[in-house]
């Protein structure tokens, strides 16, 4: 018959996020879009996974014990081997000055966690990724 | 700063009063030398005056007396004078008693004019004591200094502030006794000098105490003018650390409360989709039906959380409007995408009106004004029934802009137009599928836009709809 086709690229999803309900919740639906996801409770954590594997997306929360994800996004930023992993921030942190730091802080994207519907944010990330795709 | 003002006459470190400067100086005072001199002087001058007066009197008398000698009784008068010296004497002790009249005059008048002076010098004295009092007693710190820049007040409260006390820094140039930081601000008592107008500086500011403690201050700096020539500047200012502290506490409260409400929220309404989507097993009519009940109750606690937080900031004042020039068209394409689900859901159409994309930018604060906006798309979808349309547009009008949100909706009734914009007020919604709202979209839409120097008005007729116009400075 024809070519076998290609098989699909899994993307990597890092998800820090320190509520476990959340972290399982958002896990699922990520995993039910085929996206490989590894789920970490805090920016600590997800530096030291990031010291040997490189995500295709990183979905972080603000709010985090001991680092906070701002501190988090700034050695991200800072790493040159890191810096051009896009950042989505889903956070509870609603006010401007959080919005405004976040994204200028290098984040591509953010999300107020109540403000947005489960599908809405599935549709962001798949959006994201293949914005990333494009960059490469 | 400019150098070419003469100094400050007054105020030196034995002296301390800023008062000074304008009222009394120690050249005025009278001293004991000068007394006595003006006593001579003004002795010597009615001596003269009064010898004067004796000389043309006794002429007078003398001319009157010529007839009377030479024609009557000459010769027996003369012998009289000659005889007994009567005469010189009497013009001598008249000459004296003249002299010593005169002295006594003079000392009174001027013991007089003495006494009014030193009652006038009390008086100012008083007078500036009780201004250097109130000047102390201000509750907020007062330093001043002269046109080179040198100390020449501190009161009480800048002593408690600063931890210098106001003997040990007068007559110093003020940057040594007074250290400020944070760049671009602590200059100014130079800019108000060099300027000849107030400078003020809000919360801005950073005092270092001589502790090395840090405080943060507002300062307004005032040149002391004294026609039309600098003389000095005079600076009030006040600690602002606990404001600060207290409104970065207020911030991080309403930091922590967004994040801790939001958190289980989220959980409810990513695990109500996760049901509803039949994550768990396929549901039955009726648990569906439950199900929407609950993601209803989820969607109004998250508009409550939202509003209330925003509603917080806004009462607070912590809220900041970021003003940039901002595209009106863009604004509301944004909030009509943000709220695209709703209006499908509902049968609503919602129109932004082509000319829009042509109008002025305004100066705005964008996420807000898409916020403001957003709650009056949401409101005029809650009110429109199925089949009905939202139609957004915008006209120049001297020196603003007029953006009306339009609606086909259930209109609001004449006796409820009043409250319309208070805090918590809901109108009543004949159509029953619609969601409830806090009662706070409308208080947070006016604060925003008062905010913006613009205003909001509605007009609206029962049965036909509801227009929301927002004016806002172009």
């Known amino acids: ?26 896990k699922s639906r990520m995993v039910a879009q085929g996206y490989d996801v590894t789920d970490v409770e805090s920016a600590e954590s997800a530096l030291a996974w990031l010291g040997q594997s490189k995500p295709d997306l990183i979905v972080l929360d603000l709010y985090l014990p001991k680092m906070s ?27 401007e000055a959080d919005i405004r730091k976040g994204l200028a802080l290098g984040a591509q994207e953010y999300v107020v966690k109540t403000q947005v519907e489960p599908r809405e944010l599935m549709d962001k990330i798949r959006h994201m990724l293949a914005e990333g795709d494009k960059a490469t | 700063m400019p150098n070419t003002n003469t100094p400050l006459p007054l105020g030196g470190p034995g002296d301390a009063g800023a ?12 001293s004991p030398d000068i007394g006595e001199r003006q006593v001579e002087k003004r002795t010597l001058e009615l001596f003269f005056l009064a010898l004067g007066m004796v000389f043309v009197l ?44 005169s002295r006594r005059m003079g000392l009174s008048k001027l ?14 004295l008083a007078a ?56 671009g601000v602590e200059d100014f008592v130079e800019r108000a000098m060099q300027t000849q107008a107030a400078v003020q500086v809000d919360g801005d500011a950073v005092l270092i105490k001589s502790d090395g403690h840090h405080i943060s201050i507002s300062v307004l700096a005032s040149p002391v003018l004294e026609n039309e020539q600098v003389r000095g500047c005079i600076v009030v200012f006040r600690d602002t650390t606990e404001q600060r502290a207290l409104d970065k506490l207020k911030t991080e409260f309403i930091s922590i409360a967004s994040h801790q409400l939001r958190t289980p929220i989220t959980g409810l309404r990513w695990y109500t989709a996760a049901l509803a989507e039949g994550q768990a097993g396929a549901l039955n009519p009726e648990q569906q039906e439950l199900l929407k009940v609950i993601e209803g109750c989820v969607q109004h606690m998250v508009v409550l959380v939202d509003d209330l937080l925003d509603v917080a900031r806004l009462d607070q004042g912590t809220l900041k409007v970021n003003l940039l020039p901002v595209s009106i068209s863009e604004v509301l394409a944004e909030a ?102 806090s009662g706070l979209g409308l208080y947070f839409a006016k604060g925003i836009i008062e905010k913006h ?12 709809g509801t227009t929301f116009y927002v004016r806002l400075p172009l």
């Open chain 2, 58 to 101: 006794t002429l007078s008398v003398a001319l009157l007396m010529v007839p009377v000698i030479f024609w009557q009784r000459a010769p027996q008068v003369l012998e009289d004078i000659w005889r007994k010296g009567f005469f010189g004497f009497l013009a001598l002790s008249l000459l004296f008693d003249v002299y010593l009249f």
């Open chain 2, 336 to 437: 009509a995408r943000a709220l695209e689900g709703k209006a499908n859901k509902f049968q609503v159409s919602v129109v932004i009106d082509e000319g829009l994309a042509s109008t002025p930018a305004v100066r705005a604060d964008k996420a807000l004004l898409t916020e403001v906006f957003r709650n009056l798309l949401d409101n005029a979808i809650k009110y429109t029934p199925e089949k009905g349309s939202v139609r957004m547009s915008a006209q120049r009008a001297e020196g603003s802009l007029i953006i009306s949100v339009s609606d086909t909706g259930v209109g609001v009734p004449a006796m409820e137009m009043d409250r319309l914009f208070q805090k918590f007020s809901r109108i009543e919604n004949p159509l029953s599928n619609r969601e409830r709202g």
């Open chain 2, 19 to 30: 008062i000074r400067v304008v009222r009394l100086g120690p050249s005025e005072s009278p």
């Open chain 1, 1 to 26: 018959m024809g070519v076998p086709p290609l098989p699909q690229r899994v993307y990597k999803i890092l998800l820090v996020e320190d509520e476990e309900f959340l972290r399982r919740v958002f």
């Open chain 2, 111 to 124: 013991r007089l004019e003495l006494a009014k002076q030193r009652s006038d010098r009390e008086l100012l």
């Open chain 2, 128 to 183: 500036k004591k009780m201004d250097e009092s109130l000047l102390r007693s201000i509750g907020e710190g007062v330093f001043a200094v002269d046109s080179h820049g040198r100390l020449i007040l501190l009161n009480q409260r800048a002593e408690e502030c600063t931890g210098v006390s106001e003997e040990k820094a007068l007559s110093r140039p003020f940057r040594e006794v007074l250290h400020f930081d944070k760049l």
């Open chain 2, 453 to 464: 120097g613009g205003r909001i008005w509605v007009s609206s007729n029962v049965g036909e």
């Open chain 1, 69 to 95: 994800g701002f501190d988090f996004l700034r050695h991200v930023k800072a790493d040159p081997a890191r810096h051009d992993i896009p950042v989505l921030i889903l956070s509870g942190l609603g006010q």
